[in-house]
């Protein structure tokens, strides 16, 4: 049921994304037009987003495992907010050794990858940055992603991956509930750390099959 509604809402959007897609390209000349175009693509790509947690939230995670470079999920990730980074002028450092290697369903990932960067977004001031960096031990493999915005507090610490805590306005509070469902179905780790005012760090560990 709430698969079919989300694929309904979806087509449209997709077709949405495709024509601002377009006509950013056709008006190359057109400053102001085009801000506005992007905005489209950026508000489309939020509801996908949000869709797709509501998904994940609602249905059982089947996983289908595979061996991936963490380096080609993140790079896809950034290229889909661009958008959201562009704007804000967020220096992305991006430090993945693209040798790295996770085993994990690779959408599903990208939805982790995904969540964790746009609270990032959200998190950064002006001179925001975002590192990202990837990991290998003997037996997990995983990656780090660490924001210089506004911290997280103790109390919201402890709640954070319980569906529907939100500090935002207009946040939904699935975000890190999908993400730990998610890493939990991988036989995952995610750790936080953060001053709760200058800096916040997820890591997220993986074991290495065999
Ligand atoms: N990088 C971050 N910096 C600061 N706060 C964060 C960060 N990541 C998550 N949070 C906090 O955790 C809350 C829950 O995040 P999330 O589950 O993604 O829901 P939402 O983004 O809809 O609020 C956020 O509202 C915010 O208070
Ligand atoms: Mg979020």
Do not use: W
Not at 37 to 66: A, C, D, M, P, W
Not at 96 to 115: A, G, P, Y
Not at 150 to 172: E, N, S, V
Request: glycine share 8%; aromatic share 6%; proline share 1%.
């Amino acid at each position: 049921m709430a698969a079919n509604i989300a694929h309904d809402i979806r087509n449209p959007l997709g077709s949405i994304e495709l024509f601002a897609s377009l006509l950013e390209r056709d008006l190359k000349k057109n400053e102001s037009g085009q801000k506005l175009t992007r905005s489209i693509i950026k508000g489309v790509r939020t509801i996908n987003s949000i869709i797709s947690n509501i998904l994940l939230f609602t249905k059982e995670i089947q996983i289908e495992k595979s061996e991936h470079h963490v380096a080609d999920i993140v790079d896809d990730v950034i290229l889909y907010m661009q958008h959201l980074m562009r704007d804000k002028n967020i220096k992305f450092i991006n430090k993945i050794d693209e040798e790295h290697l996770i085993s994990c369903d690779m959408e599903l990932f990208k939805q982790v990858v995904m969540n964790i960067v746009h609270n990032a977004i959200d998190a950064v001031g002006t001179e925001g940055k975002i590192v990202m960096e990837s990991f290998s031990e003997e037996k997990i493999s995983g990656f780090k992603v660490t924001d210089n915005g506004t911290g997280i507090g103790t109390d919201m610490r402890k709640k954070l991956f319980i569906p529907f805590q939100t500090t935002k306005a207009k946040g939904t509070g699935l975000g890190l509930a999908i993400v730990y469902k998610i890493i939990k179905a991988h036989e995952g780790n995610i750790t936080v750390d953060s001053d709760g005012c200058s800096f916040t760090s997820f890591t997220i560990e993986l074991p290495i099959k065999g």
